[in-house]
């Protein structure tokens, strides 16, 4: 295996202590300035970057600040102004827009739409799984969005949660494509190392193999519903451990920890085949698929189910009502 290299390799979601010391967040203080944008709240915080909610002449705005040590490596730099040119490029609902760039003492930011919501990570946190048809929605939005970037041809190759936002009216909306390449321009920097975040990343992105293209961010997508019906990933273990179980080991079946649609079931084992041929080929079939599976009715509820068994409510005695199987 590669070791991680570039701009976002291999990690978690989480900073350590010298990586918030860094981003200027000691002691949970942040600027209150930087020149022209006053600085409100932190948004969220990056392996290399921290995002603010600031004012641009009275005008909110969501502000993103390189780490200057991280801004010391080229290949950093070189994956900010990429992604700069590539979400201010990209219009689509699906997908948080940049609007601007540059640097000021010394600092390179980037400032984008303002998204009232919070990340689908952080919905995750608070909700370990979801019901069949909400995860089905955000998924087939996020397909959508994926399917509009692989047309222009460009892979984001870093689909998590946490690179999902969920607006208050439940709309999902994309971001973060510091890893993105563009096939049509490929900068072979860019393609050297492992790429992704480890509970998601794909199984050629595991192996750096050179010609990755948008079924594998459809993996990704692919762990992320797996994850919202099931409340756990797929894969655990030492980082090696998990890359090579992308690469090489059957995922447990979602069915071995909850009550699931077996089309359900069906499509998410597609969807993270080990070998791109054998999943969904772009996002609109992703999405289309999605739109004809059968959902199983949701489980009567136990309030209900016992007062089935014992009878209230229904003229027949308890023991001639049978409790059905599940």
Request: zero cysteines.
């Amino acid at each position: 295996m590669a070791r991680p290299n570039g701009y976002t390799a291999v990690h978690g979601t989480e900073n350590t202590v010298d990586q918030r010391r860094r981003l200027g967040l000691r002691n949970g203080i942040i600027p209150k300035q930087l020149g022209a944008y006053k600085i409100q709240s932190l948004l969220g915080e990056g392996g290399v970057a921290v995002v603010y909610r600031a004012l641009d002449r009275n005008m909110p705005t969501a502000l993103k600040v390189l780490d200057q040590s991280a801004a010391a490596q080229k290949s950093v730099r070189d994956g900010f102004r990429r992604e700069f040119k590539t979400t201010y490029n990209l219009r689509h609902p699906g997908i948080i827009r940049s609007t601007g760039t540059g640097q000021i003492d010394g600092q390179f930011y980037i400032t984008m739409e303002l998204v009232e919501g919070e990340t689908l990570e952080a919905f995750l946190r608070r909700n370990k799984s979801i019901g069949e048809v909400a995860a089905i929605d955000i998924i087939k939005q996020v397909a959508d969005a994926l399917n509009f970037i692989h047309e222009n041809g460009i892979v984001h190759r870093d689909i998590k949660p946490s690179n999902i936002m969920i607006t208050h009216n439940n709309r999902a909306k994309l971001f973060d494509f510091g890893a993105s390449i563009d096939l049509n321009n490929l900068d072979p920097e860019s393609l050297e190392g492992v790429y992704g975040t480890l509970g998601y990343i794909s199984p050629e992105q595991a192996q750096a193999k050179p010609d990755v293209d948008g079924r594998s961010d459809l993996y990704s997508l692919g762990l992320i519903l797996y994850r919202m019906v099931t409340g756990r990933k797929p894969f655990y273990g030492t980082r090696q451990e998990v890359l090579e179980s992308h690469v090489a080991t059957p995922p447990p079946y979602p069915s071995e920890f909850v009550r699931i649609s077996p089309d359900l079931e069906e499509f998410i084992l597609k969807a993270i085949a080990k070998d791109p041929a054998d999943r969904y080929q772009t996002g609109q079939e992703f999405s289309d698929a999605l739109t004809h599976i059968e959902l199983l009715p949701p489980p009567e509820p136990f309030s209900q189910r016992a007062r089935r068994w014992l009878g209230i409510g229904n003229p027949q005695s308890a023991e001639a009502v049978p409790v059905k199987a599940k």
